[in-house]
């Protein structure tokens, strides 16, 4: 598949909360970017962690990333109703193609 | 325009007829991409233009689908002979000549019926 694979496919938690997503793939990265994207339309840029960097904040999110393992992860903290999309991560091959993870579908419950 | 624009927002063709789709990057932006994204899935990728290079085709399904980009700006995507199972949103997006983040339109939902 020419899709990564994201983990879990759906996430249910209360406000409050962190949320944790997963995402794997199995070529070599330029760079790893995560997106959400509210009912099914548009998808909206969130953060850009690049191949020598290993963590990256911004606001409440944060983004890890290992090489090494070909795996990197979304941490939302402190999640708010709003926060209730679909997040997909995307990773930027050799050719600077854009390849999309499958997305987990997060639900903040308020 | 500020953002990718597409066009139209939604079609619904019957069986059998060609659909063209439409897409107006960021001014400016050298890449452009188009994406498929059947209720619930993932974007599976298209095609992917890059400045004046050829074009990355390797995710059209068939070669009922094709795509240009006239004058490295505007995209068309026409899907010949369609089928239900094309029945998608069509997403496109682009980005500039750092290759950073993309950018996306709101897609077009194509139904086939």
């Known amino acids: 598949s020419q899709q990564g694979e994201e983990d879990p496919q759906a996430l249910s938690i209360q406000e409050g909360e962190n949320a944790t997503m997963n995402c794997s793939y199995k070529?070599?990265?330029?760079?790893l970017q995560w997106y959400r994207q509210n009912s099914g339309r548009g998808l909206v840029h969130l953060i850009l962690?690049?191949?020598?960097?290993r963590e990256k904040h911004s606001g409440r999110l944060r983004v890890t990333l290992d090489t090494s393992k070909k795996s990197s992860s979304l941490l939302i903290t402190a999640s708010r109703a709003a926060d209730t999309a679909s997040y997909f991560c995307?990773?930027?091959?050799?050719?600077?193609?854009?390849?999309f993870g499958s997305g987990t579908r997060l639900l903040v419950r308020p | 325009g500020a953002g990718v624009s597409q066009s139209p927002s939604n079609k619904v063709t019957e069986k059998g007829k060609d659909v063209e789709l439409r897409c107006d990057p960021i001014?400016?932006?050298?890449?452009l991409y188009w994406y498929r994204q059947s209720l619930g899935q993932g974007l599976e990728f298209l095609i992917y233009?890059?400045?004046?290079?050829?074009?990355?085709k390797s995710g059209l399904p068939s070669d009922r689908f094709s795509a240009e980009r006239t004058g490295g700006s505007v995209s068309t995507l026409t899907i010949q002979r369609t089928q239900q199972e094309d029945s998608a949103v069509y997403l496109c997006?682009?980005?500039?000549?750092?290759?950073?983040?993309?950018?996306f339109g709101q897609g077009t939902r194509l139904t086939v019926v």
């Open positions: 995307a990773r930027r091959d050799s050719s600077y193609k854009l390849i």
């Open positions: 001014s400016g932006h050298t890449a």
């Open positions: 962690i690049r191949s020598n960097e």
């Open positions: 070529t070599s990265i330029n760079n």
């Open positions: 997006a682009s980005s500039d000549a750092r290759r950073t983040e993309a950018f």
């Open positions: 233009f890059q400045g004046n290079s050829a074009p990355d």
